[in-house]
């Protein structure tokens, strides 16, 4: 049976490693042509080289998501390419540690950019292309966005606007047979390499977790791959995922109990 994504033209934002890497290999074992991307070109070219061999249908566009003229050039590349696109997956995001009083405003404007602006900013050049297709448009948050976590303040409302882009988006599209997804994500296992800005701009080096909580990158990519081909409006990912959320949403006042107890380890541990 032909897959659902046979020819379908996917761009993924951030995905020379970790989940958006994950998700590039899915998609592209089930036929789709992918446009990778991140900002360091060693290794976005190492990720395509691997999928080449792979014999994949593969387009590696270097750029900052939290730059106008790199977006502009992401979709312009990929239209150049492939001639259109189906599906766009707002994956990149850095993330950030630290107290609101300690951190700098470059770290605040960096980790909205990247997690919050540039999705807007993405979904607005590609909207045409995927409006004609019917497609996808893929945000792609965090367990962090279902309420305010002490020392993670930027990264969390940086996610949590995603929400409110994408209840936007279905409104405004409603009779334009989209697909609208957003995706918490929680504890993922973490590639080499994967870093967050201290609160003074510093990047601080994330040290694997290998917890039982923590899902694979491969395990979430699949979950993520599933949500568009099932065009769901909202994913939790895994059992422990799914259990915070009905936590935050049914009992907010025992998650601020448990955060306001853990605030002094929090604290070392993040600050
Ligand atoms: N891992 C987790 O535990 C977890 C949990 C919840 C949500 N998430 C979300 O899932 C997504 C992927 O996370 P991950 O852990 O797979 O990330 P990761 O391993 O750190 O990889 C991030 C990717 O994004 C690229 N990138 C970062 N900033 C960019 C920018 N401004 N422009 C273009 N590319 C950029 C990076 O490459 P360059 O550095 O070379 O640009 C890299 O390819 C993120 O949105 C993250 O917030 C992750």
Redesign the pocket.
């Known amino acids: 049976m032909k897959s659902l994504f046979f020819q379908k033209i996917v761009v993924i ?8 890497k994950s998700m590039a290999l899915s998609l592209a074992r089930q036929k789709a042509k992918i446009v990778i ?4 070109i060693d ?2 070219i190492a990720t395509e080289n691997e999928m080449k061999a792979l014999g994949f249908d593969v387009l590696a566009v270097a ?4 730059l106008e003229e790199d977006c502009k050039r992401l979709i312009e590349t990929t239209i150049a390419h492939f001639g259109t696109i189906d599906i766009l997956i707002n ?5 950030m540690r630290g107290a609101v009083e300690d951190l700098s405003p470059q770290v605040i404007a960096t980790v909205f950019n ?2 919050a602006v ?1 999705p807007y900013v993405l979904t607005k050049m590609a909207m045409p292309y995927i409006k004609k297709n019917k497609g996808s448009v893929v945000f ?1 948050s ?3 966005a279902l309420r305010g976590l002490p020392y993670l303040s930027v990264y969390s409302s940086a ?1 949590m606007a995603l929400k409110g882009l994408a209840q936007s988006l279905r409104i405004e599209h409603v009779n334009d047979g989209i697909h609208i997804g957003l995706i918490y ?4 296992k ?2 080499k390499g ?1 870093t967050t800005l201290g609160s003074n701009g510093t990047l601080i080096d994330l040290e694997q977790r290998d917890g039982l909580l923590a899902n694979t ?1 491969n395990y979430v990519a699949e979950k993520i791959v599933r949500n568009i081909a099932l065009r769901k409006r909202t994913t939790v990912v895994s059992v422990t995922g799914k259990f915070y959320y009905f936590l935050v949403s049914v009992f907010p006042f025992l998650i601020e109990l448990i955060l306001n107890h853990s605030q002094k380890r929090l604290k070392k541990l993040y600050s």
């Open positions: 934002t951030g995905s020379s490693m970790g989940i958006g991307n991140a900002r360091s290794k976005l750029g900052d998501v939290t994956n990149a995001g850095v993330s990247s997690n540039a792609i965090s367990l962090a996610k994500i929680g504890i993922t973490i590639d994967k990158a």
